[in-house]
């Protein structure tokens, strides 16, 4: 995205690296998930509460919606192949930004939420 021109394989890039990000935080949350009911098989306190139970189906909820918009964003870009390279001010570069903030939100706040689940089984 240098001196002005967009290029839709410099967005495709950025596509590649939020999914990856966002599996990475699936997978974490399997692990929690895993680990919760090792615990409440064991019948031990340290199991996460209804609460955050809740907290971590939402946060997955979100991670999920994220990762299906980003597959409908990059559907969508076929078919602006004509327009290489993109204008700062194309329609697709609009919803590409509000994708990035999104994804720059929910990246700030999954460390908090793992760690704070993770505190709940005690670890």
């Not at 939020?18 to 949350?29: I, P, T, V």
Request: aromatic share 8%; net charge negative.
């Amino acid at each position: 995205m240098k001196e002005g021109c967009i290029f839709l394989t410099d967005l495709e890039f950025e596509y590649r690296l939020w999914k990856n990000r966002l599996s990475y935080y699936l997978k974490e949350l399997a692990l929690l998930k895993a680990r919760n009911e090792e615990l409440l098989q064991r019948d031990e306190a340290r199991a996460m509460n209804t609460v955050e139970l809740m907290v971590l189906e939402d946060h997955e909820s979100e991670l999920q919606q994220l990762e299906k918009r980003i597959k409908v964003q990059e559907e969508e870009m076929q078919y602006y192949n004509k327009d290489f390279p993109i204008t700062p001010t194309h329609e697709y570069m609009g919803a590409h930004l509000i994708l990035r903030d999104k994804i720059n939100r929910i990246c700030a706040l999954h460390r908090d939420k793992a760690d704070d689940l993770l505190r709940a089984l005690g670890i």
